[in-house]
């Protein structure tokens, strides 16, 4: 079992940046793979960013390529999302899950533990 806790949300400008990070409970944390989802008002869920146990293997949705940088420390149980040059649309509440698996995967349904998300609110 692993809880999930996300913090380092709010609100921004434009062109801002943000770092969230989401502390997990439990020994086995450097056993999942992580990823960070975004759920804006009246959309579904969608795939933001994903990193394997390791660390060393990572995925980024093509709308966060090259902006948003997902890291991780299995020592302190903690994975980060790094956001550069925000953009409203960018606009969404975030949430980190974990999976049980040593590899990163952009599949949601593969994911087994959820964070309660994190409110990030870009305005221009």
């Known amino acids: 079992q692993v809880q999930l806790v996300e913090s380092g949300g709010g609100l921004v400008q434009a062109g801002g940046s943000l770092r969230l990070s989401c502390a997990a409970s439990?020994?086995?944390?450097?056993?999942?793979?992580m990823g960070w989802f975004r759920q804006a008002p009246g959309k579904e869920r969608e795939f933001v960013a994903a990193i394997s146990w390791s660390g060393g293997n990572t995925y980024y949705a093509d709308s966060v390529k090259g902006r948003f940088t997902i890291s991780r420390d299995n020592a302190k149980n903690t994975v980060y999302l790094q956001m550069n040059s925000l953009k409203p649309e960018d606009t969404a509440v975030y949430y980190c899950?974990?999976?049980?698996?040593?590899?990163?995967?952009?599949?949601?349904?593969?994911?087994?533990?959820w964070g309660q998300g994190t409110q990030v609110t870009v305005s221009s």
């Open positions: 439990g020994r086995t944390f450097s056993s999942y793979a």
């Open positions: 899950a974990a999976e049980r698996g040593h590899m990163a995967t952009m599949v949601i349904q593969e994911y087994d533990y």
